[in-house]
């Protein structure tokens, strides 16, 4: 069976220990819910390092470098194991930083996890992989093409990771349509390589570009081995000696902390951690405790450190009697300490396995950012920088005007309606959508497992209604045509009339519902 399988898996993956490898500390195996606990990650993802330029106006090269070259071991590490574990889902996402800046890659080899947890709650022609396509290369893009499972794939996603690192840009974020970024990146099209791009302050820069260029190369065979990368990179990371490095994380450590004083400051008080809950529930009025409870119905912050609360708690089949005793710790101090971890429920009606992935913090109140879509690759590369500049512009340009065949077009354009009116309306909604809306779409969508505990979190955290608008839209963009239709029906069921016309269309599942 699946569940079988899963757990299996679970097993497999918590013998994966490594540095660079994010531990699984133990599994939660419950008739109605199968949870897996792991170390949990101070500093958040590299996605917000890269991209919270609030927090951290600067990164030094040399804890870039070193970043870069621990995915490389970790993700080496994986691909050495036998069998072979591949990561099939690689993005600044799923890279997590310890105390120390350090990596932890997460979420590897869950593909079998995303594809149960997804199969029920976005439409059969949603994007591929719901939203990360920005990392996968395009041999993958039609699901219906059976491909041989490869550690190509990884070092693809590297690439796009790599360019993401130097930059500190979203990959293609002028790019609105999806379709127009898979068709570019199909014909051979990738980023802009060019000094407006990756500076040429960038140490090393020839190779970079060079591993890039490799990494993201339309046919697989031309892609480097992730130990080719780390070859490469070694000597570059010698390069900076261990005061830099150092000197370099404790820059970050203030930049940090500055900024949530500043937060402070402006909130005229600390944010009280016990309000923010991954695990918000539908009701209020029902606090329950049963084992056999949905998550949803499960705050976090009714479980106190009193042990007695905790026979309360499901029973859990722990893969060694040491990781039993984390465990336990862990359901402790879990008012203080809210994991990072994946929840799969099994859904006793249909059979069918939904997942909900959360990471927040402790008192730093720093979220996990969810995907965003419009992020993307490139496979030619030219040996000078001159070349390089005039090349990468050439292709910026035949991105963004370069026509889509109707055929390519045609294959999805019918399933995109809601995807794509929104985008048409992005604006008008950002401006009118109520606060009263904007709380049933959120409801609506956690209820039907199509919104991530993470991304709610990043959403309701946002100051303004307006920014929680946007960052709704900006996960809509990335969550598929089901995701959208709620959306659109919420906007109707509140007679918000400023953005008529409606397109004609009724999700699936509030049909299920009416």
């Not at 970790?74 to 890279?95: A, C, R």
């Not at 990596?103 to 593909?111: N, Y």
């Not at 995303?114 to 439409?123: A, E």
């Not at 500055?258 to 009701?283: F, M, T």
Request: proline content about 5%; some cysteine.
């Amino acid at each position: 069976s699946d569940r079988k399988h899963l757990l299996k898996e679970a097993e497999i993956l918590h013998k994966a220990r490594f540095s660079y490898v994010l531990p699984i500390l133990g599994i939660c195996n419950e008739p109605e819910f199968l949870g897996i606990v792991t170390e949990y990650m101070t500093n958040g993802s590299l996605n917000q390092l890269l991209h919270g330029k609030d927090v951290y106006p600067d990164i030094p090269w040399c804890l870039r470098f070193r970043i870069l070259y621990e995915i490389a071991l970790g993700v080496n590490y994986l691909h050495n194991m036998n069998p072979p574990l591949l990561h099939h889902d690689l993005k600044t996402q799923n890279i997590l930083l310890d105390d120390e800046f350090h990596v932890k890659i997460a979420d590897f080899g869950m593909s079998k996890w995303r594809v149960i947890s997804m199969s029920q709650s976005r439409s059969e022609t949603s994007l591929p992989e719901g939203g990360t396509i920005i990392y996968m290369p395009p041999e993958d893009y039609n699901p219906s093409q059976k491909t041989r499972a490869s550690v190509k794939h990884d070092i693809y996603s590297y690439a796009i990771i790599m360019w993401e690192v130097m930059s500190r840009k979203q990959p293609f974020e002028e790019v609105i349509n999806p379709l127009q970024i898979m068709y570019s990146v199909s014909q051979g099209q990738r980023l802009d390589l060019s000094e407006e791009s990756l500076s040429m302050d960038i140490p090393h820069r020839v190779l970079i570009i060079r591993l890039i260029g490799s990494g993201w190369a339309q046919n697989p065979d031309e892609r480097p081995s992730f130990l080719k990368c780390l070859i490469d990179l070694e000597p570059v990371l010698r390069t900076f000696d261990e005061i830099a490095m150092l000197e370099a994380v404790i820059l970050l450590k203030r930049s940090k902390s500055l900024y949530e004083s500043r937060c402070i400051c402006k909130s005229g008080k600390k944010a009280d951690v016990e309000q923010i809950s991954l695990n918000i529930p539908l009701n209020p009025q029902e606090e329950t405790y049963s084992g056999s409870i949905q998550c949803d119905a499960l705050p976090l912050r009714s479980m106190s450190p009193d042990v007695s609360r905790l026979k309360s708690v499901p029973k859990c089949n722990i893969l060694s009697s040491e990781l039993y005793l984390t465990y336990i710790r862990i359901l402790f101090f879990l008012s203080h300490k809210i994991l990072h971890c994946r929840i799969i429920y099994l859904d006793g009606n249909s059979g069918v396995l939904h997942s909900l992935s959360s990471q927040s913090t402790d008192e730093n109140i720093s979220v996990t950012q969810s995907a965003k879509l419009l992020e993307h690759p490139y496979s030619y590369f030219p040996s000078s920088d001159k070349s390089i500049s005039g090349a990468s512009n050439s292709a910026s340009c035949m991105l963004r005007s370069s026509p889509i065949p109707s055929d390519f077009v045609l294959e999805t354009i019918q399933q995109n309606v809601a995807h794509q009116w929104i985008q048409s309306k992005r604006e008008e909604i950002i401006d009118q959508m109520t606060e009263a809306c904007l709380n049933q779409s959120l409801d609506a969508l956690l209820s039907r497992f199509l919104l991530m505990k993470e991304d709610y979190e990043l959403i309701s955290t946002k100051p303004t209604r307006t920014s929680k608008v946007r960052q709704l839209l900006d996960t809509s963009d990335s969550q598929g045509e089901e995701f959208a239709r709620i959306i659109i029906q919420k906007l109707k069921d509140n007679k918000q009339l400023g953005l008529q016309p409606y397109p004609d269309i009724v999700s699936n599942s509030l049909r299920l519902h009416l």
